[in-house]
């Protein structure tokens, strides 16, 4: 449990579940601000682990759930079964796409739907949520932008991909797409992360660098001229909004103020083309709007401010 500093009020007591990297971030940032809040992993098939989930959400204030499912019989199900207090979805993605099959195969908890405050990290999911009966807002999660003045484009033009390691993250990713990049444009150098050259197919183009998980990415967006992110479902990327924030270029799937939005190979090739004619030309300058938008939307503590306002208005009193 994380207890605030001394001298900071107390807010109320959260119970943060589901995805790690933004639940222990949370964890952080809403101590900062007064909350005794608490993350707790994914107990698996550890009864010991779901009993543990289950006392520390009786006597939390807000439960706090960073991805969902929404079947029936689903711990999300089991939850909200004995909860009474608040409890709060942040749909962040790919489990939107799972709920979504779950409605068309008449398999929706109810309870879920019903009870539960519903938010998105991406304004099109809310739409796509709709369609499996849930209301929901869109509301940013938040995210850790540069706000400093943003390193020069590198003097070599080069574009950051990403490809996860994971089976099943991999199945919305268009690989296809990534692979022919490097061949379409043999002078600039393309580096992909976070899988390495093991885990890709053979072989590999010579301008392209496959390397395993980065833990400090400001290197490596110093290198960057441009970001590519291809997914046929996606919510919002904290890539993207890191890139843009730094002054980059983003060709990305999904709209994002800033960005360029580009779908299959013909359509990002185009993009990547303008870009490095642009370069050569010698007027490709940092993509001020880009970054200008990112600060906008996730800058100066916006996010958490919001949350921790959303949160403080289902205290009771």
Known sequence: MTIPPPGEAQRGSILILGLPYFGRLLVRDLAALGWSARYIDHPGRHVGGWAKVASAATRADIVYLIGSRIDRGSPQDN?????????????????????????????????????????????????????????????????????????PLPERFGVLLYYPVDRLARAVFDIDTM?????????????????PAETLPDPLPANLSARPWVDDMDPLYRETTALVRLTTHDGQ???????????????????MPGAIQAE?????????????????????????????????????????????ERFRAMLPG
Request: overall charge neutral; some cysteine.
């Open 79 to 151: 939850l909200l079964r004995f909860r009474r207090k608040p409890v709060v979805i942040h749909w962040v993605g790919t489990d939107v796409q799972i709920a979504v099959d779950e409605h068309r195969r008449d398999n929706v908890a109810l309870r879920i739907a019903e009870r539960a405050t519903h938010w998105c990290d991406a304004p099109w999911l809310v739409e796509e949520l709709r369609t499996a009966g849930v209301r929901s807002e869109y509301v940013p999660l938040p995210i850790p932008v540069a706000e400093s003045d943003p390193p």
């Open 179 to 195: 692979l022919r990049l490097p061949a379409a444009f043999p002078d600039v150098h393309f580096t992909l992360i976070p899988s």
């Open 237 to 255: 990327s904290f890539m993207a909004a890191e890139a843009l924030s730094r002054g980059r270029y983003v060709i990305w799937t999904h709209p």
């Open 264 to 308: 299959g190979f013909e359509q990002v090739s185009e993009a990547l083309r303008g870009l490095v004619e642009r370069h050569r030309a010698g007027n490709l300058a940092v993509n001020a709007d880009g970054r200008r938008s990112a600060l906008e939307r996730f800058g100066g503590g916006r996010p958490l401010a919001e949350l921790d």
